[in-house]
């Protein structure tokens, strides 16, 4: 997990900077999600820490990611756990 805090996002459509990659950062829109859709406090934490645990190993093999794969590799992930999370996560910004 150490190699996470190399990993820069580039941001959607690479318009803006990169951006190191921020596990906080994804935990908690993952958890935001989660408690929107009115998961009890301990099941949305838990949740969000198993998807932020996959994404992380996704991401130690690459220098590098896109915004938008980090997105959809834990929209991924979060669809088996909580799929009403999931699409709210995956579509924020339609639904907001």
Do not use: Q
């Not at 690459?62 to 579509?91: C, F, G, N, Q």
Request: hydrophobic residues 40%; aromatic residues 6%; proline residues 3%.
């Amino acid at each position: 997990m150490a190699k996470t805090h190399l990993i820069d996002v580039v941001k959607r459509g690479g318009k803006r900077t990169t951006e190191r990659f921020n596990r906080d950062k994804l935990y908690a829109s993952i958890l935001a999600a989660c408690l929107s859709e009115r998961s009890p406090d301990g099941m949305a934490e838990t949740t969000a820490h198993r998807v932020c645990d996959v994404v992380v190993i996704w991401c130690n093999n690459r220098p590098e990611i896109t915004s938008d794969d980090l997105r959809r590799v834990a929209a991924k992930h979060l669809a088996i756990l909580h799929p009403e999370a999931a699409y709210l996560y995956k579509h924020h910004r339609l639904v907001l």
